[in-house]
């Protein structure tokens, strides 16, 4: 297994272009979590899968943001009309099952500008 | 809320010890990890506290007072490839939140 893999490793697009970043979990691993880090700060929680199904999404994630997991394996993030606020490290995590007490690994990231 | 605190930066010479310390809210907490970031890298994970007391693990120790809401991790004989920032981050019971992370350098 070759770990977490996100693509693209580097996105730019223009103000008000919709994109759209994927990430492969390790295999095995129901559990997956997309962050946004700027520089600087820690990742910033947006979205939890469990399997398919979207347990938890942050209030920072507004309604241009939208994620799925729809077999339960890969996922998307898709970002509609995006602004220069949205330039960041897009981060994907995955956990194996058993309790939250699991380790997550990380992805290398999706970094976004948007010019 | 879940809210996670750690300071901001810290600095610290090579072969010194240094302790970076974490509060958090205690509603709903679970564990507590530590992750380890370079710079325009992904966090990895250094280690993982869900009981009181000390996990020692080579150079890398953390603690955690679950009553206080509280932890730290202790690194020992620095080097400068200790460099880094270093994330707390807690487990609520479904979602892991970080704190923003302590940058950590260390001088020769």
């Known amino acids: 297994d070759t770990g977490v893999s996100q693509n693209p490793r580097h996105k730019i697009t223009k103000r008000g272009q919709n994109v759209t970043f994927r990430c492969d979990p390790i295999?095995?691993?129901?559990?997956l979590y997309w962050y946004r880090q700027t520089l600087g700060q820690g990742p910033e929680f947006l979205t939890y899968?469990?399997?398919?199904?979207?347990?938890?999404k942050s209030r920072l994630l507004s309604d241009r943001f939208s994620a799925e997991r729809p077999k339960g394996s890969f996922s998307t993030l898709e970002i509609q009309r995006t602004e220069q606020g949205d330039s960041a490290m897009y981060l994907c995590?995955?956990?194996?099952?058993?309790?939250?007490?699991?380790?997550?690994?990380f992805g290398q990231g999706t970094r976004l500008t948007v010019v | 809320g879940q809210n996670i605190d750690q300071p901001t930066e810290m600095t610290a010479t090579e072969g010194a010890i240094v302790q970076i310390n974490c509060t958090y809210q205690?509603?709903?907490?679970?564990?507590l990890f530590w992750y380890q970031q370079h710079a325009g890298e992904a966090p990895t994970f250094l280690s993982y506290?869900?009981?009181?007391g000390l996990e020692e693990k080579g150079r890398f120790s953390s603690f955690l007072s679950r009553s206080k809401g509280y932890s730290y991790l202790l690194l020992k004989e620095l080097q400068m490839k200790d460099s880094a920032s270093y994330l707390c981050?807690?487990?609520?019971?479904?979602?892991?939140?970080f704190g923003t992370g302590t940058r950590l350098q260390v001088f020769p």
């Open positions: 995590a995955s956990s194996p099952p058993g309790t939250m007490n699991t380790e997550a690994f």
């Open positions: 295999s095995e691993h129901n559990r």
């Open positions: 899968f469990q399997n398919e199904a979207q347990l938890e």
């Open positions: 205690t509603s709903g907490f679970n564990g």
């Open positions: 506290n869900v009981l009181d």
């Open positions: 981050a807690a487990t609520f019971p479904d979602k892991l939140i």
